[in-house]
């Protein structure tokens, strides 16, 4: 777990940096296998998007590709974008933007921009993609919490205080995450940030931590977004509440959202701009493979179809790899006439 919460402040500048360096190096690495008609795909390491993955391997098979298994390269976004500019893959479909804009355009440490071949493709879920932080509601009614700025009182924050340190634990994202840094950056830039800490791990382990001590009646905050299995489970309205905090000054997009469920205000502002989900390929590659650009323009998936199988996977005690394919073979079963259409604009 990540204690020190000013080690990591606002460090985007160097990290992408340092990825651009990566990238080029693994140019000169880069497989060879990318003329055997195969099309490699990763995936992101966090579960809610493990379906949407399978999903597009299939309708890609389905335009008469080999494409390879998503699970087999599971990636956080640090490791995928700068192997995806390099050309060791050709694509995947869990780019949250803007968030991940960073990605796309790598400055190297000595200022030196580098143009990145990344392109992202189509709208898998627009501006459809919340992401915030959360406490449980029974603390909030009981002290009228409804904003982050309230942690900036040391009374309030040590509410969240687990581990006897004086600063509140934000259960937070693993540290290959966007969000990982985003958090930091908030933590060091915002008043309330003096008194919280973000926990960082395993995402699930952390979540499931929480789901147990919202059911002892613990004070609790967290991290969390959707689309994902936490927004069945710990319901905002009914067992969480959302906590408003202003965005930053070069935050890009919107932050403020109507009509939340468990926000206090309406319009909500999160904090976090509100973001689409999209495909994201190497320039190349899509240049190369029209067809394949032209259904990554067309695929887009409910918000709610996704909730409900993140979900699913939540409530067993353990989800295969098998299970997962045959949820994506289900949705598009369920789906065909709309896919036989994608499939149809894709050939041209």
């Known amino acids: 777990m990540m204690k020190n919460r000013k080690m990591f402040a606002?460090?985007?500048?160097?990290?992408?940096?340092?990825?651009?360096v990566t990238s080029l190096l693994l140019t000169a690495c880069a497989s060879d296998d990318d003329d055997d008609g195969t099309v490699t795909m990763a995936r992101a390491t966090w579960d809610s998007g493990y379906m949407q993955a399978a999903i597009y391997a299939q309708l890609i098979g389905e335009l008469g590709y080999t494409v390879s298994d998503p699970a087999a390269s599971t990636l956080d976004p640090n490791s995928f974008y700068p192997a995806l500019d390099s050309g060791q893959y050709h694509l995947w479909v869990n780019g949250w933007f803007p968030l991940h804009d960073i990605y796309l355009?790598?400055?190297?440490?000595?200022?030196?921009?580098?143009?990145?071949?990344?392109?992202p493709v189509g709208y898998q879920v627009r501006s459809?993609?919340?992401?915030?932080?959360?406490?449980?509601?029974?603390?909030?009614?009981?002290?009228?919490?409804?904003?982050?700025?309230?942690?900036?009182?040391?009374?309030v924050a040590q509410l969240f205080d687990h581990d006897g340190d004086g600063l509140a634990d934000l259960n937070g994202c693993n540290e290959g995450w966007a969000c990982f840094r985003t958090i930091n950056t908030h933590i060091n830039e915002h008043d309330w940030g003096g008194n919280v800490e973000q926990i960082s791990g395993?995402?699930?382990?952390?979540?499931?931590?929480?789901?147990?001590?919202?059911?002892?009646?613990?004070?609790?905050?967290?991290?969390?977004w959707t689309p994902n299995w936490t927004y069945e489970?710990?319901?905002?309205?009914?067992?969480?509440?959302?906590?408003?905090?202003d965005a930053l000054e070069d935050e890009e997009g919107t932050t403020e959202v109507r009509g939340l469920r468990g926000c206090a205000s309406d319009?909500?502002?999160?904090?976090?701009?509100?973001?689409?989900?999209?495909?994201?390929?190497?320039?190349?590659?899509?240049?190369?493979?029209?067809?394949?650009?032209?259904?990554l323009e067309q695929v887009a998936i409910p918000l709610a179809d996704i909730v409900e199988q993140n979900a699913k996977m939540a409530d067993a005690d353990d989800y295969s790899e098998e299970e997962i394919r045959a949820d994506a073979d289900a949705w598009i079963e369920a789906n065909r006439s709309t896919v036989d259409g994608w499939l149809e604009l894709a050939r041209g």
Not at 134 to 152: C, E, F, R, V, Y
Not at 236 to 244: I, K, Q, R
């Open 233 to 245: 489970v710990l319901r905002p309205g009914t067992e969480v509440v959302w906590l408003e905090t």
């Open 267 to 295: 319009p909500c502002n999160l904090g976090w701009a509100v973001s689409s989900i999209r495909a994201v390929g190497n320039t190349d590659f899509l240049n190369d493979n029209p067809d394949i650009e032209r259904l």
């Open 105 to 119: 355009e790598a400055e190297l440490v000595s200022g030196l921009s580098v143009d990145t071949d990344i392109e």
């Open 128 to 155: 459809g993609a919340l992401q915030g932080y959360l406490i449980d509601k029974a603390t909030a009614d009981a002290h009228g919490i409804t904003s982050m700025n309230q942690l900036a009182d040391a009374s």
């Open 10 to 20: 606002r460090t985007t500048t160097l990290v992408v940096g340092i990825l651009a």
């Open 202 to 224: 395993d995402y699930n382990d952390l979540i499931s931590g929480v789901r147990q001590r919202v059911a002892d009646g613990e004070p609790t905050l967290f991290y969390a």
